[in-house]
């Protein structure tokens, strides 16, 4: 209990006294170009991955080598 009091409390003050992050600083070379539209990040972070989930399935389904026992 004590040791969970004493990690939760150094979290907290280490939170509480931190400086921000800087976010709107930016760092030499930092080039980040245009931002994405909703449809390109579903697309991108949805669509694809399902697509490349049932591709490589299929793939694995097609060439499985191995004789179904009836």
């Known amino acids: 209990m004590r040791a969970g009091a004493v990690a939760a ?4 003050m280490m939170l509480l006294m931190s400086s921000p992050a800087l ?8 080039d ?11 697309g ?3 669509a694809l991955p399902i697509v490349l989930f ?3 399935a299929g793939l694995v389904m097609v060439l499985d080598k191995s004789k179904k026992q009836a």
């Not at 409390?9 to 907290?12: D, E, K, Q, S, Y």
């Not at 976010?23 to 930092?30: C, E, F, I, K, Q």
């Not at 980040?32 to 579903?42: A, D, M, N």
Request: charged residues 15%; without cysteine; hydrophobic residues 40%.
């Open 9 to 12: 409390g150094t979290t907290l």
């Open 32 to 42: 980040p170009g245009p931002g994405l539209s909703v449809l390109e990040t579903l």
């Open 44 to 46: 991108l972070y949805v």
């Open 23 to 30: 976010a709107l600083t930016r760092d030499d070379g930092d």
């Open 54 to 56: 049932l591709v490589i």
